[in-house]
């Protein structure tokens, strides 16, 4: 052997040894399963100067099926065309190979051996040798196979063989050190979902949980931000978000993702991956695409807060069915993500536990916080009385002071006042309204000008009905011309002539058809009259007109049929005081007024004038109960009073009123609405 061959081989065996080297080392890193084997198929047939290889892998139904290729494909780019025999017989000995779990080289057109049915149908030699292939829970076994040149020598071939067996060996080492990486993930994994669960049953406290599931949670799921929203009848209201100590109600963001968890949470959907590009249902779509024009996230996972009666499938592929009616949905959770973020398996598991382990969390804490005297009972666990070493001198003692408290309570008489709101209106006072459709052409009246019953108030124009009458007005000029020529026209005629007599015949059916144009023509010029005359309002009353700044509101400005326009009130004559009481006071007064011979007296203070309290008696009282302007239920009633005692008396004027019931114990009178939340929350009557 020549100092040149020499040379040459020892640099191809250094190669190789590199080769080797460089793949154990890449086993022992972070590097992904596919970009690992493809470097091993890569080194492999570089090592060796081969045509090509391909990774085989067990499919789930147990047949080999490519990983990864490289090169020559024994199946697809031979020299040779493979058919269906070929193929089968090729498929026989992987299958054969992977069996026997130990590598070996293929001649070309060879066998395993004489027993084994399959065998290498191409003009190459083939080296089959098993490999680690990383899977979970356990790794599997694969086939690599190797086409190559038949060498010259027996002993290069073995060489051949020993150099990828070292490299499948290499893959086992990969595959611990995944089962290692993965085990370390799940040990961490599994600490913070300990610490999560320790965490979010810690407290009873709606706020605090809502805190502990947002933040704790976000770690957990590792995303952007996480939002946590309670339920409140059919909408829900954002209590929570991660890096956040307070919520901004009037926020316009936080408005957003209300209305978009309100109409998602309405279909029944267990969760919801969202991303901005995809096409989602017009009731989603709207406030979805609002939402993240202002928040700018990316991907948006939804998932109700509900409280599970029964035990559900851990699988996520089953979320796809409706939310389950026995689970109590209290809440929802919002993940975001404001980059790009492939969804993975991992992250959904993740979420999905949050999610149970945050409803039921949450739940427990509405809960115990809907307990009667929560708020009391809350104080007193806090309070340093509850600390103290209590006495039996000090019991009695305690004792003692609350039952005179008591007797006080119970047997000291009181006055008892339902109090309500209103406002001092003139009797006679009307609303003048629009009684057509048009625009404000003339305001003949200013605000506190004196007006008396039929004067002029503000004139509409309506452009259409003008053209109308115009119209008609034309159209019956018209036809009287035409009359007026059929006349002449007789009056000229001999009737003698036959002519004559049937042209004469014409003319008078003719009148007699234009006769009748006219009379519907003038009834029609009667309405549009009507029509134009009602366009000019007037006073309905004597009085004084109340409306402020009439020109700036209504002139040159169109209305509707039916519009308030201004108020006209006589302010000389009797006045009334309007009270509204809520629905749940008006009882006391109608028992009070069962009891009593006279009209109930009502107390009211003025705000413009405190100092003076002014005298009333109830008038009437309203038989149902209407909303106000928050949308409570309150009860209308007419309160008769003097205004010529009362002083700078104007409509609208805001008043303190108190109607007097009687007299009951002071007790009663100081703590009625405890005795009657009581009698609502714990007895239901």
């Not at 004067?455 to 034309?474: A, K, P």
Request: with cysteine.
């Amino acid at each position: 052997m020549t100092t040149e061959e020499s040379s040459s081989i020892e640099n191809l065996w250094q190669e190789i040894e590199e080769l080797v080297l460089g793949l154990a080392q890449l086993a022992r890193t972070d590097i992904s399963s596919q970009k690992f084997y493809s470097e091993l198929l890569d080194r492999a047939v570089r090592g060796i100067s081969a045509q090509g290889g391909v990774l085989w892998v067990p499919n789930a139904a147990g047949n080999l099926e490519p990983q990864q290729q490289q090169g020559l494909h024994p199946e697809k780019n031979g020299g040779t065309t493979l058919d269906e025999q070929d193929l089968e017989r090729h498929r026989q000995l992987l299958r054969e190979a992977l069996h026997e779990r130990r590598p070996a080289t293929i001649a070309p057109h060879g066998r395993w051996s004489e027993q084994h049915r399959g065998f290498n149908p191409l003009n190459e030699n083939l080296i089959l040798c098993p490999v680690a292939i990383e899977a979970h829970p356990t790794p599997q076994v694969g086939l690599l196979e190797i086409v190559h040149h038949p060498p010259r020598a027996s002993s290069a071939q073995e060489g051949y063989v020993r150099f990828i067996s070292a490299l499948c060996e290499i893959s086992e080492d990969f595959c611990q050190h995944s089962q290692l990486v993965k085990l370390r993930e799940l040990e961490s994994l599994w600490e913070q979902f300990e610490r999560f669960s320790e965490h979010v049953h810690l407290h009873l406290n709606a706020e605090q949980t809502a805190f502990i599931i947002a933040n704790e949670g976000r770690i957990l799921i590792d995303c952007d931000r996480l939002s946590v929203l309670q339920k409140s009848g059919k909408s829900y209201q954002l209590i929570a978000a991660s890096g956040v100590e307070s919520i901004e109600r009037r926020s316009e963001t936080v408005q957003r993702l209300e209305s978009l968890v309100s109409a998602i949470q309405s279909l029944r959907r267990p969760y919801w991956i969202m991303e901005a590009e995809e096409k989602y249902p017009p009731q989603i779509a709207e406030p979805l695409h609002a939402y993240l024009d202002l928040a700018g996230s990316r991907a948006l996972m939804i998932f109700p807060l509900s409280h599970i009666i029964h035990e559900t499938s851990d699988d996520p592929a089953d979320a796809n069915t409706n939310i389950d009616d026995s689970q109590l949905t209290v809440g929802a959770i919002i993940i975001e993500q404001f980059h790009e973020v492939p969804s993975s398996h991992t992250m959904l598991e993740r979420s999905l536990a949050v999610s149970r382990h945050g409803g039921t969390a949450l739940y427990n804490s509405l809960q115990f916080e809907s307990f009667p005297f929560f708020p009391l009972l809350k104080h007193w666990s806090y309070s340093p009385l509850r600390k103290k070493q209590l006495t039996v001198r000090k019991l009695l003692t305690a004792a003692v002071i609350l039952a005179v408290i008591s007797a006080i309570l119970i047997l000291t008489p009181a006055d008892f006042k339902i109090e309500g709101t209103g406002s001092l209106q003139p009797v006679d006072q009307q609303n003048v309204f629009a009684t057509a459709d048009g625009v404000v052409d003339q305001i003949l009246v200013r605000q506190g000008e004196d007006v008396t019953t039929g004067s002029t108030l503000i004139t509409l124009r309506d452009s259409d009905l003008e053209l109308e009458f115009s119209r008609v007005r034309g159209e019956i000029q018209t036809t009287q011309k035409r009359l007026a020529v059929i006349q002449a026209a007789r009056l000229e005629l001999n009737p003698t002539d036959a002519n004559a007599l049937q042209q004469a015949n014409r003319l008078t059916a003719e009148q007699e058809e234009l006769n009748e144009r006219l009379k519907s023509l003038n009834e029609q010029s009667t309405l549009l009259k009507n029509q134009q005359e009602a366009l000019t309002l007037k006073s309905p009353l004597n009085g004084e007109v109340l409306t402020w700044d009439l020109q700036e509101k209504l002139l040159a400005r169109p209305v509707q049929r039916g519009q308030r326009l201004l108020t006209v009130a006589d302010l000389k004559g009797p006045w009334v005081l309007k009270m509204e009481v809520p629905d749940s006071e008006i009882g006391h007064v109608l028992e009070a007024q069962r009891t009593s011979k006279e009209p109930l007296p009502v107390s009211f203070l003025l705000l413009t004038d405190p100092d003076q309290t002014y005298q009333g008696t109830i008038e009437k009282i309203a038989a149902t109960a209407e909303p106000d302007a928050d949308g409570k239920p309150v009860v209308q009633i007419t309160v008769r009073l003097d205004h010529e005692t009362i002083k700078g008396l104007r409509p609208g004027a805001s008043v303190l009123p108190q109607i007097d019931c009687g007299t009951r114990s002071l007790g009663y009178v100081w703590l009625r609405r405890l005795f009657e939340t009581v009698q609502r929350e714990l007895f239901f009557f």
